[in-house]
C-alpha cells in the first residue's frame, strides 16, 4: 500500500544499465559527463546556500543579510536536482519511473527542501533549511556516482503516478515534522539547562515551531491517508508474502499519526510527549518505505 508496494506490485521492465551509466570492465558504471557536471553544481549550490543561511544565522547584520542570496541560490539547487532526478529516474519510452532506494531517498528529500525553501521566503525556516540542504546534497551524490540495479516501474496510468507521487510527498512532508521536533526536543533541554547555545536563541519560538510541525503532521496525515486508500483500490496482491510487512508496518504508522492528532484535539498533547509520537510515526514509516526495500534491494535482490 505504500509507494514500495506499487514497486514490487506494478509490472516490471528490469534492466541491468540505464541509459546515462556505461558498464566498464572492472569497475562501476561510468556516469554520462553531462549528469556528473549538473550534479556537481547542484551539490556546489546547496553547499553554498547552506553556508550563507548558516552565516546570515550567525551574524543577523541588518546592512548585510545573506538569506535572500541563500534561499535564490537554495532554489538553483533544486531546479538542478529536479532535472537531475528527471534523466535518472524518468523513461517515456514506454513510461516508467526507475524507483530505485536512492532514486527514492532523493526525491523525497528534494520535496522537503523545495517545501522547506519555498516557506522559508515567508516564515523563519532556516533552521531546517541548513540541515535538509546538505543531506540533500548527499543524496544528489548518492544517486549520481552510486551505481544500482535499474527498477523500472511501468507507468502511464494516472492512478498509480498519482500513487506514487502522494506516497512520496507524505514521507517527505512527516520527514519535516520529525525535523521539527528534533529542534523542538533540542530547544526544550536547552530551556532546562544552564545556558541555551547562541544558535539555539536565534531559533524561532518553541511554539511556533510546535504550530508548524503539526501543520506538516496534519497533511502528511491526510496524504498518507490517501496513498493508504488509493494502494487499496489500484494495487494488486498487497498482501503477498513479501508485500505483508509493508502493508503492515503502513498502517501502523497511520494508526501512530491517527493518535497522536486524536491526543492532541482531545488531550492537548504538546511538547515532549508530541514529539516523541512524531517521531515513532516516522521510523516506522521509514521502516515500512526504505527498510523493506533496502532488504529486497540489497540484500535478497528481489526488486
Given at each position: 500500500?505504500?509507494?514500495?508496494?506499487?514497486?514490487?506490485?506494478?509490472?516490471?521492465?528490469?534492466?541491468?544499465?540505464?541509459?546515462?551509466?556505461?558498464?566498464?570492465?572492472?569497475?562501476?558504471?561510468?556516469?554520462?559527463?553531462?549528469?556528473?557536471?549538473?550534479?556537481?553544481?547542484?551539490?556546489?549550490?546547496?553547499?553554498?546556500?547552506?553556508?550563507?543561511?548558516?552565516?546570515?544565522?550567525?551574524?543577523?547584520?541588518?546592512?548585510?543579510?545573506?538569506?535572500?542570496?541563500?534561499?535564490?541560490?537554495?532554489?538553483?539547487?533544486?531546479?538542478?536536482?529536479?532535472?537531475?532526478?528527471?534523466?535518472?529516474?524518468?523513461?517515456?519510452?514506454?513510461?516508467?519511473l526507475n524507483l530505485t532506494v536512492l532514486n527514492?531517498?532523493?526525491?523525497?528529500?528534494?520535496?522537503?527542501?523545495?517545501?522547506?525553501?519555498?516557506?522559508?521566503?515567508?516564515?523563519?525556516?532556516?533552521?531546517?533549511?541548513?540541515?535538509?540542504?546538505?543531506?540533500?546534497?548527499?543524496?544528489?551524490?548518492?544517486?549520481?556516482?552510486?551505481?544500482?540495479?535499474?527498477?523500472?516501474?511501468?507507468?502511464?496510468?494516472?492512478?498509480?503516478?498519482?500513487?506514487?507521487?502522494?506516497?512520496?510527498?507524505?514521507?517527505?512532508?512527516?520527514?519535516?515534522?520529525?525535523?521539527?521536533?528534533?529542534?523542538?526536543?533540542?530547544?526544550?533541554?536547552?530551556?532546562?539547562?544552564?545556558?541555551?547555545?547562541?544558535?539555539?536563541?536565534?531559533?524561532?519560538?518553541?511554539?511556533?515551531?510546535?504550530?508548524?510541525?503539526?501543520?506538516?503532521?496534519?497533511?502528511?496525515?491526510?496524504?498518507?491517508?490517501?496513498?493508504?486508500?488509493?494502494?487499496?483500490?489500484?494495487?494488486?496482491?498487497?498482501?503477498?508474502?513479501?508485500?505483508?510487512?509493508?502493508?503492515?508496518?503502513?498502517?501502523?504508522?497511520?494508526?501512530?499519526?491517527?493518535?497522536?492528532?486524536?491526543?492532541?484535539?482531545?488531550?492537548?498533547?504538546?511538547?515532549?510527549?508530541?514529539?516523541?509520537?512524531?517521531?515513532?510515526?516516522?521510523?516506522?514509516?521509514?521502516?515500512?518505505?526504505?527498510?523493506?526495500?533496502?532488504?529486497?534491494?540489497?540484500?535478497?535482490?528481489?526488486?
Amino acid at each position: 500500500m505504500s509507494l514500495w508496494q506499487t514497486v514490487s506490485s506494478s509490472r516490471r521492465v528490469r534492466s541491468t544499465h540505464s541509459d546515462l551509466a556505461r558498464p566498464i570492465p572492472g569497475g562501476a558504471p561510468q556516469v554520462d559527463h553531462s549528469v556528473t557536471f549538473l550534479a556537481s553544481a547542484t551539490i556546489t549550490g546547496f553547499v553554498l546556500a547552506t553556508i550563507l543561511l548558516l552565516v546570515d544565522q550567525w551574524q543577523r547584520l541588518e546592512r548585510c543579510s545573506f538569506r535572500l542570496p541563500g534561499l535564490l541560490i537554495a532554489v538553483a539547487g533544486l531546479i538542478g536536482q529536479g532535472a537531475l532526478l528527471y534523466q535518472l529516474g524518468v523513461r517515456t519510452s514506454p513510461p516508467a519511473l526507475n524507483l530505485t532506494v536512492l532514486n527514492a531517498l532523493a526525491t523525497v528529500f528534494w520535496l522537503a527542501s523545495a517545501i522547506t525553501v519555498v516557506s522559508a521566503f515567508r516564515e523563519r525556516l532556516e533552521g531546517i533549511a541548513v540541515v535538509l540542504l546538505p543531506i540533500t546534497a548527499l543524496t544528489v551524490f548518492l544517486t549520481v556516482f552510486v551505481p544500482e540495479s535499474n527498477v523500472p516501474i511501468r507507468t502511464g496510468q494516472l492512478a498509480l503516478d498519482a500513487h506514487i507521487l502522494i506516497s512520496l510527498s507524505a514521507y517527505a512532508l512527516l520527514t519535516l515534522a520529525a525535523l521539527q521536533g528534533t529542534m523542538l526536543l533540542i530547544q526544550h533541554q536547552a530551556l532546562h539547562g544552564h545556558s541555551p547555545a547562541g544558535w539555539i536563541r536565534r531559533l524561532p519560538p518553541m511554539e511556533s515551531v510546535e504550530q508548524l510541525m503539526f501543520r506538516f503532521i496534519v497533511i502528511g496525515f491526510l496524504l498518507l491517508t490517501l496513498a493508504l486508500v488509493s494502494g487499496f483500490l489500484f494495487l494488486e496482491n498487497i498482501f503477498a508474502q513479501h508485500l505483508v510487512h509493508k502493508t503492515v508496518l503502513s498502517v501502523i504508522a497511520w494508526l501512530v499519526f491517527a493518535v497522536l492528532l486524536v491526543g492532541r484535539h482531545v488531550a492537548g498533547w504538546r511538547g515532549r510527549t508530541a514529539v516523541q509520537w512524531t517521531l515513532a510515526g516516522f521510523v516506522i514509516m521509514g521502516l515500512a518505505y526504505f527498510g523493506t526495500k533496502i532488504v529486497l534491494e540489497w540484500i535478497l535482490d528481489l526488486g
